[in-house]
Structure formats: structure tokens, C-alpha cells
């Protein structure tokens, strides 16, 4: 166990640099709580360097005059974990090649480490979550995209290019919606909360009859219509909304099924605020995910158990191996 | 490297249950030729007593009196890699549980070890074949089914129930044609041999003028068409070939991309009688995986390099890690 020069264990910071928002959050080695944790919205025509402020000043607010032991940062784009760089951000502009890790060791003087925010959910889980008794685990995250990350012999398997754990991009349908990485049909394209609202907003269009329960959810106006919406009218019997939620779940579940017959993994976790809409979403996905594995492939799937604090706490294990204290965590 | 008792370099037996064929073959521990290969049909009827029997006779062709120093057996379907007992196979009757090593330890009073096919293949491409210089690879065999394997940090991959690497089982037509596996729509159930004729011989009996030439090298009768036909025909232009090769090279290149934005290895090889047949495949499938990789997701794709040597190969690699010789080549 770290001890500072005053004989406190070592604080732990974490960093998570969302997209949409920012969190900051201060947890001691050894401990399951948070000794602070703040979250700002990133803020209309947010670009790197307004992100990386707010950043620094959640950090400060969470530290309280405290110098961490060692920094953990998820980010929410593609990495070099390695050097702690990144590579891009789909949703903030100017993030290319930022060498995030250097600037935040000159920053806290402390060593930094970086990954990717699908990677360090999986690590998060593994860790600290519904993944801790397992091997190997495949994590996903069903939100505004389907990001995810996967661990093998209880390490981030990161890939050639530290893309590993894409599961989102697993292509259903070859023809399907376009995709923010480029392509079409992609798992997130389909079952990513943005997708769930915009095939629910094209059948409206279409037979605005059939979703009455969630068009009054909505306010009456089919563009103001959000996944969440369609969830909740779902559950309340809105065959429009039942159909898309459906098949957002169908597709979950084959991509899961794929997945596992290419991996088979101790256990499967899906997370994200997708995951959360409901039994039938998760009725369908199992069973979709039973029919597509193999026989003989056993297919143990479950909720994650860390919710939207999976980045932070991977950033915790990330900087506990940055001190010594955890179990290497990446390779 | 392994010497017996008459200062010889050890003998290292390979062995392969391929399902319609059996294979014996003899090398030298750090050889790459063979001292001897014996190859021979199933016969009609087959089953697990048979064919065990038939590669007692193949193994003591190629051995001629000599003990070889330890024993690795490819099998054409699920086996428990630990035990070295078959799970079953989908071929041929008799297979299930049976302990397979434990016999031919009895048999050869030397070590044996038994892994899957398409796992197996992957390590001898690794050690011996197109994979050598990396260390994570992605391999599929595309002849009577479309087997794989993977290879992570250099050691085989096989997942909870020893069922990693079924690439062969991402799903990607939901309601597609029934598979082997029991699910539907597999990339099997599209672009294996069989696939690809059934196909076919259903094009045909929509349009039989779109196959007249792929119909005049089957002798004219549908029934009688096998994927090499459907190659050949493809090759000399003809339109209905065309497209059922094409719908087949699709699906090898989706999920190739897929099986990519998972796993992000180092490389990815393709092998099996239906990856030789002729450029208008690879051209296709390397787009469409291109397509559906993500663009931060390196893609190299290559042909296999050791053919249907490579579960023998993989085989020998078995042996020599028994014998102490090879890097240690499973987890």
C-alpha cells in the first residue's frame, strides 16, 4: 500500500474525458468508495482544450490541496496506450494527437497512464465490478455508441493497434444505417440509443398511428423522440416502440453470439444506459445471443455491475498499477 | 533438441482426423520437411473405430519402426485441449468423449497432446507458415465448413470451453440458411464449399440460362455441382457463378472486418480449398473487409501459407512443445 509523506495511503485520481461530459473522482488504494467525485457537462462548441480545463479543475476541486499518487484517465476515443496519446475524438473537435499522459504529468508531477474508454470499462468491471471472479470477459457499453473492451487471462487484450474490443463495429447488416465510423449496419448503428431514436422517429413517419404512447412521451413531436422515450413507451405497450426496441435487442444479442463464438469468454457484461431499458430488451438479447453461439459454447451473460462510474474505476485500476499496488493490468 | 537412445534427432508423429480424410506424418524435432506423409479417404460408413484404426495403420507406415518422441493430433471437431478427449464430431458417429490422447499414449507409450482443427492450424501457420513473424493472429480455413483459430501474445487462445476462434459461426444473415451449428445464417451456412453449390444449384433452378456454363462443366445436371465448379464457371465469366462466388467473398470480407474491430490482430490468414479459387474472391473479400474495419484498424490479410499441411504442421508444434523443444504454444 502506497503511504505519502504524511502517512496516508495514496490517493488515486481519476479522470474521464466522456465526450459529452467530464468526471473527476479521488479514491485511496485499497478502497471500494470515493472520496470525491465531480461531473461537468462538456459545454456547447467544446473543443481538447476547453475539456482538458475543466478537466484540471474537477481535478482540483476532487484533490483538495491532496497530491495523487498516480493519475488513471479513460478517454472516449481511440488511444495510444502506450504513450498516453491520443488519437482521436468522433465527438470533440481537436484532439488529434494530444499527448494527454505527458500533459498531465507536468502537470501533477505523478506518473499518468491513458486508455481507451471501452478498454477501461472492461478493466473497471474486471477489477472492481460483476467481472472480478473471471479470466477473460468481454464488456459492453450500449449508450450513445456500443463501445466495449475485452480481457484475457485477466489483461486488456489491446490488439495490434489498440483497437481490440470493438464490438460495436461488428457489421450486421452489410446494407444497414451508416455508421459514424464509416461503414454500414454496425452493431452501434442499429442498437446505440441514437439509432434506437432515429428508427423509431422513421417509423413514426411512416405509421404515426403505431406509436401514439410514445409519441405523447415526446411531447407530440416525433423529433424530440430519444431512446429513452422509446424505451419507456415499450414498456408501456407501444407496438412501434416495441418493434424498434426489439430489434436493437435482436441485434445485440447476435452480435454477443458472434462474439462468443470467436472468444468464448468466461462472461459476457453489458452496460450502458441501453442496457437498463427493461426485461424485454433483455429477454430478446438472450435468447438472441443463445440461438447465434454455438452448443458448446456456455454463454454467461450479465448486467455490468459498475454503471457510468466503469471508466473511473478502470482509471483507478490503471493508476494502482502505476503504483505497484495492483495486478498488471494491460499488455 | 530431443535425441534418443541411437544419438537420432527425436521423431515427432502428426496426426490428423480431418473428417472425410486422415492424415499420418513423420518430421525431425527443428525439421520443416517431412520424413514421411500417408494420407487416406474415410471410408463410406466411417466411424470413430475406424477411423482410429485406419490411423494406427497410417502412423505405423510413416513411423517404420521407429518410436517417436512425443504425438500431436489435429481433430475435426470440439475436443477438451487439457485431456485430449474428443467432444464430438459433427462428421462422423462415435466420437463423443472419447479420450483420444489416453489411447494413443497407450498406443505409442510416449506423450500426446489433441487439439481441434482449425485451433490447431492456427499454430502451425504460427510456427511454421505466413504467421511466423507475428504475434497475434487471426486464421480461417474456408473448404467443407469455415474453420479458425486464434493466436494471442503467441500462445493459442481457447476460451472458456476450448471453443475460441469459430469465426465460421459469426452470424450474419439472421434469417439465413440453416447451419451445421444449429443456428442460421453463419458465415459457414454462405461461403463453405457446400454453400456455395447449394447456392447454386438454387440459382440454377431459378434461372438456368444464367449458368449455362457453370451447367456444361457439371455435365449439365444441377445436381452434380460442387463449389469448384461454381469457381471455375466464375472464372470464365459466367454471371450466375459470378454472383454466388461474390455473395461468398462478401461474407468472408464482413466478417473478416468484424472479427478485426474485435480482436485487432497482427494478421489475418486465409486458407482452405474455396480461398483458391482465383482473384475475383480475395478482391472481394479485401474490400468488404477494408469496408467494415474500422480505418484505425491495420488490416493485414494473406493467404495461408502451409495449405491443408496445416493442422499436420500445428500438429508437430504440439509435439515439439511436449518434447520441451518449442516455445510453449498453448494456454
Known amino acids: 500500500m502506497t503511504v505519502d509523506g ?37 459545454p456547447v462548441g467544446a473543443d481538447a482544450t476547453s475539456d482538458q480545463r475543466i478537466a484540471l479543475e474537477l481535478a482540483g476541486e476532487v484533490l483538495g490541496g491532496r497530491r495523487p499518487a498516480a493519475v488513471g484517465v ?3 476515443g481511440p488511444v495510444w496506450a502506450e504513450s498516453g496519446a491520443v488519437k482521436l475524438s468522433h465527438h470533440v473537435p481537436g484532439w488529434e494527437g494530444v499527448a494527454l499522459a505527458e500533459r498531465l504529468k507536468g502537470e501533477f508531477g505523478v506518473p499518468v497512464a491513458v486508455e481507451n474508454d471501452g478498454i477501461i470499462a472492461a478493466l473497471g468491471e474486471h477489477r472492481y465490478g460483476a467481472g472480478r471472479d473471471v479470466s477473460s470477459l468481454l464488456y459492453l457499453t450500449v449508450s450513445t455508441g456500443v463501445g466495449g473492451g475485452v480481457i484475457l487471462d485477466g489483461r486488456i487484450w489491446h490488439g495490434a493497434d489498440g483497437m481490440a474490443g470493438h464490438i460495436g463495429h461488428l457489421r450486421l447488416e452489410p446494407d444497414g444505417p451508416p455508421c459514424v465510423c464509416g461503414s454500414r449496419g454496425c452493431l452501434e448503428s442499429i442498437a446505440a440509443g441514437p439509432a434506437i431514436a432515429a428508427e423509431a422517429r422513421r417509423r413514426i413517419s411512416l405509421a404515426p398511428h403505431a406509436g401514439s404512447v410514445l409519441l405523447e412521451l415526446a411531447g407530440d413531436d416525433p423529433a424530440t423522440v430519444t431512446a429513452w422515450h422509446v424505451a419507456e413507451a415499450a414498456t408501456a405497450g407501444d407496438p412501434l416502440a416495441l418493434a424498434v426496441m426489439e430489434r436493437a435487442a435482436a441485434a445485440l444479442g447476435i452480435a454477443i453470439g458472434s462474439a462468443a463464438n470467436l472468444l468464448n469468454p468466461d462472461r459476457i457484461l453489458v452496460g450502458g444506459g441501453v442496457s437498463k431499458s427493461g426485461d424485454g430488451l433483455w429477454k430478446t438479447m438472450r435468447r438472441l445471443a443463445r440461438e447465434t453461439a454455438m452448443p458448446e459454447v456456455s454463454l454467461h451473460l450479465a448486467p455490468a455491475g459498475l454503471g457510468d462510474d466503469a471508466p473511473l474505476w478502470g482509471a483507478v485500476a490503471l493508476a494502482e498499477d502505476l503504483t505497484g499496488n495492483g495486478s498488471e493490468g494491460a499488455r
Not at 504524511?6 to 470515493?34: H, V
Request: a positive charge; zero cysteines; aromatic letters at 8%.
Open 74 to 76: 479513460s478517454f472516449g
Open 6 to 42: 504524511t502517512g496516508r495511503r495514496g490517493a488515486l485520481l481519476a479522470l474521464d474525458f466522456g465526450g459529452t461530459k467530464i468526471s473527476a473522482a479521488l479514491t485511496e488504494s485499497g478502497s471500494k468508495e470515493w472520496l470525491a467525485l465531480e461531473r461537468r457537462l462538456s
